[in-house]
């Protein structure tokens, strides 16, 4: 039972003593749709729920790339993806 959980942006690994839980990628919703501004870490491999072939795009996810200005370049890259990691203590 671990009592403590972080979403570190931008890496793929845990700091020292800590459990990697899963790593992937920072996602959001589209500044245009309700979702807002929150931005939530999805593993770079999800899992899918097999269902019917209808779309009703409830939740859509975008992710989130590096724009330099907003983030020092290097070491970041402009248009590339950032990564995240979700670790427990």
């Given at each position: 039972?671990?009592?403590?959980?972080?979403?570190?942006?931008?890496?793929?690994?845990?700091?020292?003593?800590?459990?990697?839980?899963?790593?992937?990628?920072?996602?959001?919703?589209?500044?245009?749709?309700?979702?807002?501004?929150?931005?939530?870490c999805?593993?770079?491999?999800?899992?899918?729920?097999?269902?019917?072939?209808?779309?009703?795009?409830?939740?859509?996810?975008?992710?989130a790339?590096?724009?330099?200005?907003?983030?020092?370049?290097?070491?970041?890259?402009?248009?590339?993806?950032?990564?995240?990691?979700?670790?427990?203590?």
């Amino acid at each position: 039972k671990r009592s403590s959980v972080l979403m570190i942006p931008a890496r793929n690994q845990c700091y020292d003593g800590w459990t990697m839980e899963y790593k992937g990628y920072i996602v959001g919703g589209h500044y245009w749709h309700a979702a807002g501004p929150e931005v939530v870490c999805i593993d770079e491999e999800p899992e899918i729920i097999q269902g019917g072939a209808s779309n009703h795009n409830g939740k859509l996810f975008y992710q989130a790339e590096a724009k330099c200005g907003s983030l020092k370049c290097p070491p970041y890259v402009e248009g590339r993806e950032l990564t995240c990691a979700v670790c427990s203590m």
